[in-house]
C-alpha cells in the first residue's frame, strides 16, 4: 500500500527527578547532602532513510515516545539520559508541526539519507540536594522534579524524488510505458483510474546511465483543486527535473489529442507555476491503435508552436521509445548540470 500522508503523535521522554539523600557511613556521624541529579529524557528525531518508500507503517503505529531520564541516586549518582529515538521516513519526506486547529507549520523537507530534524525535546533532569548546598543552609532538603518532555502532532507527507515524472490524462499510456522501460509493475487495464497510486521505475541506459521515473496517476480537470485527487498525485512532480506529457491519440478515448494537451498544462500551471515552467516532453501515445493521423499531426504541430519536443510512441510495440528516452535523457542531464545557487 502506498500512503504519501500522515498524522503521527510524538512525546519526548520526561527528565528524571533530583534526588534527596544524605551521606550515612559508619564513623561519618555528620555526612552531608548527596542527591544526584536525575538524567534528562531522551528526544526525538525524524531521519531520512532509503530504506523506504512509503508512510504506510506509521498509518498502524502513529504513536512514539522516547525514553524517560532515570532518577538520581544517593552518592551523588545521576541518572542515566534516556535514549532518543529516531523515526525512520522515506527520503523526499515533509516534516510539518499540526497545531490543535490545524495550522501546519514547516519544521523540515529531508531530501537526502541522513538528514534528520528535532521534532521533540527531552526534558531536562531535575537537581539532587547536593546542588543546593550554600554557606547559610549546610543541609538542604530542597530537590527538583524533572521537566516533562515536549509532544507534538507531526503531519508527514512524502514528495517522491525522481527525475523524470510521467503525466496525463487517465488512461493515457503511462503505467504500459513505466512497466516498458523499467522493472516497475504498475497495474494495467483499459479503463480510467487504473493508477491510484504513484510508482517509481529506474531507466538504465547504455554507458552506465540511469534516472528515475514517476508515474503519477492520470489527471483530469480541475486536478489542481482537488478533482480525481490531482492534488495529492500533482505534488509528486514538484521535485522532478522533466516533465513527459502523455497523449492518447488514439481516438479510444473520444476525447480531442489538442484539448487534452491544453487541460493538463493548465491544470500544472494553476497548480504551480514553476511545474509548469520545468523542462517537458510530449509524447503521442498509442500509435499503433491510431484511426485519425489528422488528430497525431494537428497535435505536433500545437505543440512545436510552443517550442517543445514532440515523439510519436507505442509502448506495447516500442515504437519510438528509444528516442523518447535519449531527449529525457538530455534533458535530465542539462538540468542536473546547472548548478545549485547557494542559500
Given at each position: 500500500?502506498?500512503?504519501?500522508?500522515?498524522?503521527?503523535?510524538?512525546?519526548?521522554?520526561?527528565?528524571?527527578?533530583?534526588?534527596?539523600?544524605?551521606?550515612?557511613?559508619?564513623?561519618?556521624?555528620?555526612?552531608?547532602?548527596?542527591?544526584?541529579?536525575?538524567?534528562?529524557?531522551?528526544?526525538?528525531?525524524?531521519?531520512?532513510?532509503?530504506?523506504?518508500?512509503?508512510?504506510?507503517?506509521?498509518?498502524?503505529?502513529?504513536?512514539?515516545?522516547?525514553?524517560?531520564?532515570?532518577?538520581?541516586?544517593?552518592?551523588?549518582?545521576?541518572?542515566?539520559?534516556?535514549?532518543?529515538?529516531?523515526?525512520?521516513?522515506?527520503?523526499?519526506?515533509?516534516?510539518?508541526?499540526?497545531?490543535?486547529?490545524?495550522?501546519?507549520?514547516?519544521?523540515a523537507?529531508?531530501?537526502?539519507?541522513?538528514?534528520?530534524?528535532?521534532?521533540?525535546?527531552?526534558?531536562?533532569?531535575?537537581?539532587?540536594?547536593?546542588?543546593?548546598?550554600?554557606?547559610?543552609n549546610?543541609?538542604?532538603?530542597?530537590?527538583?522534579?524533572?521537566?516533562?518532555?515536549?509532544?507534538?502532532?507531526?503531519?508527514?507527507?512524502?514528495?517522491?524524488?525522481?527525475?523524470?515524472?510521467?503525466?496525463?490524462?487517465?488512461?493515457?499510456?503511462?503505467?504500459?510505458?513505466?512497466?516498458?522501460?523499467?522493472?516497475?509493475?504498475?497495474?494495467?487495464?483499459?479503463?480510467?483510474?487504473?493508477?491510484?497510486?504513484?510508482?517509481?521505475?529506474?531507466?538504465?541506459?547504455?554507458?552506465?546511465?540511469?534516472?528515475?521515473?514517476?508515474?503519477?496517476?492520470?489527471?483530469?480537470?480541475?486536478a489542481?483543486?482537488g478533482?480525481?485527487l490531482?492534488?495529492?498525485f500533482l505534488?509528486?512532480?514538484?521535485?522532478?527535473?522533466?516533465?513527459?506529457?502523455?497523449?492518447?491519440?488514439?481516438?479510444?478515448?473520444?476525447?480531442?489529442?489538442?484539448?487534452?494537451?491544453?487541460?493538463?498544462?493548465?491544470?500544472?500551471?494553476?497548480?504551480d507555476?514553476?511545474v509548469?515552467?520545468?523542462?517537458?516532453?510530449?509524447?503521442?501515445?498509442?500509435m499503433?491503435?491510431?484511426?485519425?493521423?489528422?488528430?497525431?499531426?494537428?497535435?505536433?504541430?500545437?505543440?512545436?508552436?510552443?517550442?517543445?519536443?514532440?515523439?510519436?510512441?507505442?509502448?506495447v510495440?516500442?515504437t519510438?521509445?528509444?528516442?523518447?528516452?535519449?531527449?529525457?535523457?538530455?534533458?535530465?542531464?542539462?538540468?542536473?548540470a546547472?548548478?545549485?545557487?547557494?542559500?
Open positions: 500500500m502506498f500512503v504519501d500522508e500522515v498524522d503521527i503523535h510524538v512525546a519526548a521522554g520526561n527528565g528524571g527527578n533530583g534526588c534527596l539523600s544524605f551521606r550515612r557511613e559508619k564513623f561519618v556521624p555528620r555526612g552531608g547532602p548527596d542527591g544526584g541529579d536525575g538524567g534528562g529524557g531522551g528526544s526525538v528525531f525524524i531521519v531520512a532513510t532509503p530504506t523506504k518508500n512509503t508512510l504506510v507503517d506509521f498509518r498502524f503505529h502513529p504513536e512514539f515516545e522516547a525514553r524517560r531520564g532515570a532518577h538520581g541516586q544517593g552518592a551523588n549518582k545521576t541518572g542515566h539520559t534516556g535514549n532518543d529515538l529516531e523515526i525512520a521516513v522515506p527520503i523526499g519526506t515533509l516534516v510539518f508541526e499540526k497545531s490543535q486547529d490545524g495550522q501546519l507549520t514547516p519544521l523537507d529531508l531530501t537526502e539519507e541522513g538528514q534528520r530534524v528535532l521534532v521533540a525535546k527531552g526534558g531536562r533532569g531535575g537537581r539532587g540536594n547536593a546542588r543546593f548546598v550554600s554557606s547559610t549546610r543541609a538542604p532538603r530542597r530537590t527538583e522534579p524533572g521537566e516533562d518532555g515536549e509532544e507534538r502532532f507531526i503531519r508527514l507527507q512524502l514528495k517522491l524524488i525522481a527525475d523524470a515524472g510521467l503525466v496525463g490524462f487517465p488512461n493515457a499510456g503511462k503505467s504500459t510505458l513505466i512497466s516498458r522501460i523499467s522493472a516497475a509493475r504498475p497495474k494495467i487495464a483499459d479503463y480510467p483510474f487504473t493508477t491510484l497510486t504513484p510508482n517509481l521505475g529506474v531507466v538504465t541506459l547504455t554507458d552506465d546511465r540511469s534516472f528515475v521515473v514517476a508515474d503519477v496517476p492520470g489527471l483530469i480537470e480541475g489542481h483543486t478533482h480525481g490531482g492534488d495529492k505534488r509528486h512532480i514538484e521535485r522532478t527535473k522533466v516533465i513527459v506529457h502523455l497523449v492518447d491519440v488514439s481516438g479510444a478515448s473520444g476525447r480531442d489529442p489538442v484539448n487534452d494537451f491544453d487541460t493538463i498544462l493548465q491544470e500544472l500551471r494553476l497548480f507555476p514553476k509548469a515552467a520545468k523542462p517537458m516532453l510530449v509524447a503521442a501515445t498509442k499503433d491503435a491510431v484511426d485519425e493521423m489528422s488528430r497525431v499531426d494537428a497535435l505536433e504541430r500545437h505543440v512545436r508552436e510552443r517550442g517543445l519536443p514532440f515523439f510519436r510512441i507505442s509502448a510495440a516500442g519510438g521509445v528509444a528516442d523518447l528516452l535519449e531527449a529525457m535523457w538530455r534533458q535530465i542531464a542539462a538540468v542536473r546547472v548548478p545549485v545557487p547557494a542559500a
